[in-house]
């Protein structure tokens, strides 16, 4: 079957850093589109970035210039390089498989930005 699994959640202090991975499995990765969203506590779901099987990249303007999508089809790995972190940034951090009309998603990792 199909799983996604993300890691690479942790606290970390303002200005910090963190790479998120999603690896996935049951699926031909390197045909899939890539996204990464964040869900913060009682708020919704909040698309991050894109990377297309073309490698095209699209990000949200909230974190546009601070994270970097990038994807390594020979380990079937996503990746979120999250630079200048803010508090903001705080939430579960999940990715996602999508390809027409098949979506799937990983369980999440959190993502503390605190001082």
């Known amino acids: 079957q199909v799983q996604l699994v993300e890691s690479g959640g942790d606290l970390v202090r303002p200005g910090g850093s963190l790479r998120l991975s999603c690896t996935a499995s049951?699926?031909?990765?390197?045909?899939?589109?890539m996204r990464w969203y964040r869900q913060a506590p009682g708020k919704q779901r909040e698309w991050v970035a894109t990377?297309?099987?073309?490698?095209?990249?699209n990000y949200a303007d909230s974190v546009k210039g601070r994270f970097t999508i990038s994807r390594d089809n020979a380990k079937n790995t996503v990746y979120l390089q999250m630079n200048r972190l803010k508090p903001e940034d705080t939430a579960v951090y999940l990715c996602s498989a999508y390809l027409v009309a098949r979506d799937y998603w990983g369980q999440g990792t959190q993502v503390t930005v605190s001082s």
């Open positions: 049951g699926i031909i990765f390197s045909t899939y589109h």
């Open positions: 990377i297309l099987s073309t490698e095209t990249t």
